[in-house]
């Protein structure tokens, strides 16, 4: 048995996660263990519980200082990470050191974020793959796709006990910084006139304080009216809501590209709000934070520079299928590769030979 560990820093990890320990298991020749990031205790208490829901050992902890030791000391077959980070940190010298990276959004990040320690990195796409190797890095690249979509395919996967019937329904599913919650609020009561209205915030405006406005905006528009449904912080797998809705509202979150899979209409906010000193210092935080390349092959959303226009456009997709959908097959497997509820068999293939 080869004994592999996912260290999940943040439960938002998780969906990404869950395919590919789903498929370790299903070979008989896997024990999986779970860690959690001891800081935020609503989190490690949602991870330890699917842990215990899905059958996997999770590694108990009281501090990130003892969880690193525990983690070193077990001498893992495999070490799962979300983002690279300190990865040397949290496991053995004999350990194959794996990144699975938790999104494909619009952060520099997705290709800034290295740490030596890594041996192999899985990635969706040839387009993401053929940028990374330009980085010069150390770890290995592997093209499988995204296995946060497999569920797409091969039914649930992460836990949520949520259910959608399939209606006139929209997913709003934004970030949380530079977000545009408190922008496009206002409109969702609008939305939900016509359609039910499903909102799946990121994580962390949930479980961080300076997002805390966010959530009881949003907490508060759900309470009062029926058709707005906030899909709060159990809710771990956004994928399994994209089958369902009829379009995804969305501003620069990992959402926009992995809605490609479906092929059905994005609208892209590209307004939010900002901190006052990255409003007094906008073009550093752009430069600094975000990819600018990828902004050039967001043709396959419908943009909207405001609220209004925002809402506006929710209800002038009909030509979808001439506008957008030729680009949105294009960028589909620009950005996402194989779509095929595969890509976490891949990656255990990949890491199976590896380990042989």
């Given at each position: 048995?080869?004994?592999?560990?996912?260290?999940?820093?943040?439960?938002?990890y998780l969906p990404q996660f869950a395919p590919v320990a789903e498929r370790m298991t299903e070979t008989g020749i896997f024990e999986v263990?779970?860690?959690?990031?001891?800081?935020?205790?609503?989190?490690?208490?949602?991870?330890?519980?699917?842990?215990?829901?899905?059958?996997?050992?999770?590694?108990?902890?009281?501090?990130?200082?003892?969880?690193?030791?525990?983690?070193?000391?077990?001498?893992?077959?495999?070490?799962?990470?979300?983002?690279?980070?300190?990865?040397?940190?949290?496991?053995?010298?004999?350990?194959?050191?794996?990144?699975?990276?938790?999104?494909?959004?619009?952060?520099?990040?997705?290709?800034?974020?290295?740490?030596?320690?890594?041996?192999?990195?899985?990635?969706?796409?040839?387009?993401?793959?053929?940028?990374?190797?330009?980085?010069?890095?150390?770890?290995?690249?592997?093209?499988?796709?995204?296995?946060?979509?497999?569920?797409?395919?091969?039914?649930?996967?992460?836990?949520?006990?949520?259910?959608?019937?399939?209606?006139?329904?929209?997913?709003?599913?934004?970030?949380?910084?530079?977000?545009?919650?408190?922008?496009?609020?206002?409109?969702?009561?609008?939305?939900?006139?016509?359609?039910?209205?499903?909102?799946?915030?990121?994580?962390?405006?949930?479980?961080?304080?300076?997002?805390?406005?966010?959530?009881?905006?949003?907490?508060?528009?759900?309470?009062?009216?029926?058709?707005?449904?906030?899909?709060?912080?159990?809710?771990?797998?956004?994928?399994?809501?994209?089958?369902?809705?009829?379009?995804?509202?969305?501003?620069?979150?990992?959402?926009?590209?992995?809605?490609?899979?479906?092929?059905?209409?994005?609208?892209?906010?590209?307004?939010?709000?900002?901190?006052?000193?990255?409003?007094?210092?906008?073009?550093?935080?752009?430069?600094?934070?975000?990819?600018?390349?990828?902004?050039?092959?967001?043709?396959?959303?419908?943009?909207?520079?405001?609220?209004?226009?925002?809402?506006?456009?929710?209800?002038?997709?009909?030509?979808?299928?001439?506008?957008?959908?030729?680009?949105?097959k294009k960028r589909k497997e620009m950005f996402l590769g194989r779509v095929d509820g595969k890509a976490s068999g891949r990656v255990v293939?990949?890491?199976?030979?590896?380990?042989?």
């Amino acid at each position: 048995m080869f004994k592999v560990l996912f260290n999940v820093e943040h439960v938002y990890y998780l969906p990404q996660f869950a395919p590919v320990a789903e498929r370790m298991t299903e070979t008989g020749i896997f024990e999986v263990y779970l860690s959690a990031g001891a800081r935020n205790k609503a989190e490690y208490r949602r991870i330890k519980e699917f842990a215990e829901l899905k059958g996997y050992r999770f590694i108990d902890c009281d501090s990130e200082k003892e969880r690193r030791k525990k983690l070193v000391k077990g001498n893992f077959d495999v070490v799962v990470f979300g983002k690279s980070a300190h990865a040397g940190k949290f496991c053995s010298r004999d350990s194959l050191a794996v990144l699975l990276y938790h999104g494909i959004g619009f952060k520099k990040c997705y290709y800034t974020d290295y740490d030596p320690r890594i041996d192999v990195r899985y990635v969706e796409s040839n387009y993401r793959a053929k940028i990374l190797k330009s980085y010069n890095y150390r770890y290995d690249v592997v093209v499988t796709g995204f296995p946060k979509l497999d569920p797409l395919f091969c039914g649930r996967s992460g836990g949520s006990q949520t259910e959608i019937k399939k209606a006139s329904s929209i997913l709003y599913a934004p970030t949380f910084y530079p977000s545009s919650i408190e922008l496009f609020a206002p409109y969702l009561l609008k939305l939900q006139e016509k359609y039910t209205v499903y909102v799946k915030p990121h994580q962390f405006t949930f479980t961080l304080k300076k997002y805390r406005r966010q959530k009881e905006l949003l907490t508060t528009l759900s309470r009062e009216r029926n058709n707005i449904k906030l899909l709060d912080f159990d809710a771990l797998n956004i994928v399994e809501y994209y089958r369902a809705v009829d379009v995804l509202i969305t501003d620069f979150s990992s959402t926009a590209f992995e809605f490609l899979a479906t092929e059905k209409p994005v609208v892209l906010c590209n307004f939010y709000k900002l901190r006052f000193k990255h409003r007094i210092f906008k073009r550093w935080f752009w430069n600094s934070r975000m990819d600018k390349e990828i902004f050039k092959f967001i043709d396959f959303a419908y943009i909207a520079n405001d609220p209004r226009k925002a809402f506006e456009l929710v209800y002038n997709v009909k030509n979808f299928e001439k506008e957008k959908l030729p680009l949105m097959k294009k960028r589909k497997e620009m950005f996402l590769g194989r779509v095929d509820g595969k890509a976490s068999g891949r990656v255990v293939e990949d890491i199976l030979r590896r380990l042989r």
